[in-house]
């Protein structure tokens, strides 16, 4: 595992980036950092781990956000690896990812140890909360960990690795016990967090956004045998509930705000539970945000740097809104308030992005060269058309440098952005909790929390629940987000055949036809003049659905992703083919602090 070993030798021996931002980024300097001469005081305490909640999970981001949405059925990126779920040990975006969240683990584990070890004025509470912080993002890695790979290392002390020097005698770990020992770590953490009152004043973990990732661990953890255990469910459902009744956060009453740049429009609920947190002021690159850049379309922001207009939003997903490409956006009957927030359709207006024009109309981006960004690619008359599916991402944009400025009183740049990536939402809480009490036998309790999450979106409330309506709304509110194909895995553990039924059941293809000209044909005059929607009828008669890239063949074993090839060749003990080993988690491994 000579990347794995990379990271833990760096995470060990350097210190945290340097130069000041947020107060929420702010760290040590490079140049001064040591055990000694940090860590003296509450403040300096709470910044060692501020790192954590960023930089270190960079380079996830590109499998995380569109990889693992597209083998899910989210997003058409063409016919690659992902959309065929073959994704193998020598793709770069799923080593990044792999990276990244070793990375995470031996950064944490770093963060605890200098903690433990430093001379210190500090208050006990103040280094109880660090720690706290640094097991729950641990274990977060570890969540994704087991979730793509399955049977990972357990890497509980990278001191102890590097001293031993066994970091090429690593087994895997059976999940089970991945599992029990990611719960280990959320018990450790939320004993040492506080239950903190004040929600919305930072972007942190507390014990509530611990106990949440915890119920959501358990709901998963309890297929791992293969059928569901009612114990773990009911753990589940418990540690949801605390969290609804108890920590004081409640849904962000416009579902679209929750993905804005302002921080008070999504601090003050609460609903965040765990996102990553980034600078476009810092200078130093993985500090950032720069999500737009691979999923936004040309000319979207005035930087030049946005290149993922080609990966339309799928037409299963769109299914799934019950709506269409193909339809008149005249008559389109939106009853959701989360499609046009996930992801933009012909006749979608949006008054949060260009601010500056009074809003972005997504017809005229593309057909009025008055209103399309000088000097940039595109036809005379608009943007470029990429898109085979009749929709682009909406989720992860902030709009153009002037939303940036505006809402946060700082610069956006080239693939430097602050918007906020939530991973852990409250909302997801109240459909772990529902789809654990449907699981339970309690289905009005699911249809409750259910309808709680449709209200806030303005859809038609439910008058019944079952498993399949907690499972498609979980991937309506949740859509490209990066949690639905893990959904999936945790399914697959139980259930395999029926995530393979439905995998193949999509329509995961494009359509057949060039957008840009049809549309054009029924927006422009002869002579090119912006004319808007509705100046000619509507006739999509030249546009078809394809099936070429639909799935025919999916086998259980693709739910499980490889370790990167160069991992397995410093290591076969990480191969597909070796097998995990059984530990005894609570007596292997101690937390005694």
């Given at each position: 595992?000579?990347?794995?070993?990379?990271?833990?030798?760096?995470?060990?021996?350097?210190?945290?980036?340097?130069?000041?931002?947020?107060?929420?980024?702010?760290?040590?300097?490079?140049?001064?950092?040591?055990?000694?001469?940090?860590?003296?005081?509450?403040?300096?305490?709470?910044?060692?781990?501020?790192?954590?909640?960023?930089?270190?999970?960079?380079?996830?981001?590109?499998?995380?956000?569109?990889?693992?949405?597209?083998?899910?059925?989210?997003?058409?990126?063409?016919?690659?690896?992902?959309?065929?779920?073959?994704?193998?040990?020598?793709?770069?975006?799923?080593?990044?990812?792999?990276?990244?969240?070793?990375?995470v683990n031996a950064q944490c584990n770093t963060v605890i140890n200098n903690i433990r070890n430093a001379d210190t004025q500090a208050s006990q509470a103040a280094k109880n909360k660090a720690i706290g912080e640094?097991?729950?993002?641990?274990?977060?890695?570890?969540?994704?960990?087991?979730?793509?790979?399955?049977?990972?290392?357990?890497?509980?002390?990278?001191?102890?690795?590097?001293?031993?020097?066994?970091y090429n005698e690593q087994h895997k770990v059976q999940k089970a016990d991945v599992y029990e020992y990611i719960v280990m770590t959320l018990e450790k953490a939320m004993e040492l967090l506080p239950k903190d009152p004040n929600i919305g004043k930072y972007n942190r973990v507390d014990y509530y956004a611990a106990e949440g990732l915890l119920s959501k661990?358990?709901?998963?953890?309890?297929?791992?045998?293969?059928?569901?255990?009612?114990?773990?469910?009911?753990?589940?459902?418990?540690?949801?509930?605390?969290?609804?009744?108890?920590?004081?956060?409640?849904?962000?009453?416009v579902y679209s705000d929750i993905f804005r740049l302002s921080p008070k429009v999504f601090q003050a609920t609460g609903e965040n539970l765990f996102s990553w947190q980034w600078s476009s002021t810092t200078g130093i690159w993985t500090a950032q945000n720069s999500i737009q850049s691979d999923v936004g379309i040309t000319g979207f922001s005035e930087f030049g740097d946005l290149w993922g207009g080609w990966k339309g939003v799928s037409i299963d997903l769109q299914d799934a809104f019950g709506v269409s490409a193909i339809d008149n956006p005249e008559q389109r009957q939106d009853t959701d308030d989360r499609r046009q927030a996930t992801m933009m359709m012909f006749g979608d207006q949006y008054p949060y992005f260009w601010q500056d024009k009074g809003g972005f109309d997504f017809y005229r981006f593309f057909f009025d060269k008055d209103y399309y960004p000088t000097g940039l690619s595109g036809n005379a008359s608009g943007g470029a058309w990429q898109s085979e599916t009749g929709a682009n991402y909406c989720k992860h944009l902030f709009g153009c440098g002037s939303d940036h400025q505006s809402a946060l009183g700082v610069s956006a740049g080239n693939m430097l952005y602050q918007l906020p990536t939530h991973i852990l939402r409250l909302a997801d809480i109240y459909l772990v909790y529902a789809e654990a009490c449907v699981l339970t036998g309690d289905s009005a309790s699911a249809l409750t929390y259910v309808n709680k999450v449709r209200e806030r979106a303005h859809a038609t409330p439910l008058t019944s629940c079952t498993f399949d309506d907690v499972w498609k709304e979980r991937r309506l509110e949740l859509a490209l987000e990066g949690d639905r194909w893990y959904d999936f895995v945790r399914r697959s553990y139980y259930d395999v055949n029926a995530c393979i039924a439905e995998l193949k059941a999509q329509r995961r293809s494009g359509w057949s036809g060039d957008f840009k000209t049809v549309y054009k044909k029924f927006v422009q005059d002869d002579a090119e003049n912006y004319v808007g929607p509705g100046a000619h009828t509507w006739d999509m008669s030249a546009i078809s659905y394809t099936g070429t890239d639909d799935l025919i063949d999916v086998k259980p074993e693709m739910f499980t992703i490889p370790f990167p090839t160069e991992d397995v060749v410093m290591n076969p003990n990480v191969g597909s083919t070796a097998e995990a080993i059984h530990v005894d988690v609570r007596n292997e491994y101690t937390y005694d602090f």
């Open positions: 595992m000579k990347k794995i070993l990379k990271y833990t030798v760096l995470a060990a021996v350097i210190a945290f980036a340097s130069t000041s931002c947020s107060d929420f980024l702010d760290r040590p300097s490079e140049d001064r950092f040591t055990t000694g001469d940090y860590y003296k005081n509450d403040e300096q305490m709470e910044q060692a781990v501020n790192y954590i909640y960023g930089s270190p999970w960079y380079d996830i981001i590109r499998f995380y956000i569109y990889g693992s949405e597209t083998m899910c059925g989210n997003v058409y990126q063409g016919n690659n690896a992902y959309s065929t779920l073959t994704v193998n040990g020598t793709d770069q975006d799923l080593k990044n990812m792999s990276y990244s969240l070793w990375a640094a097991l729950a993002w641990k274990a977060m890695a570890y969540f994704l960990l087991v979730r793509t790979f399955g049977d990972v290392p357990i890497i509980h002390d990278n001191t102890e690795v590097i001293k031993e020097a066994s661990v358990y709901l998963a953890k309890a297929g791992v045998s293969g059928s569901l255990d009612q114990g773990d469910l009911a753990k589940a459902r418990d540690y949801a509930k605390d969290v609804i009744d108890n920590s004081g956060r409640s849904l962000t009453p």
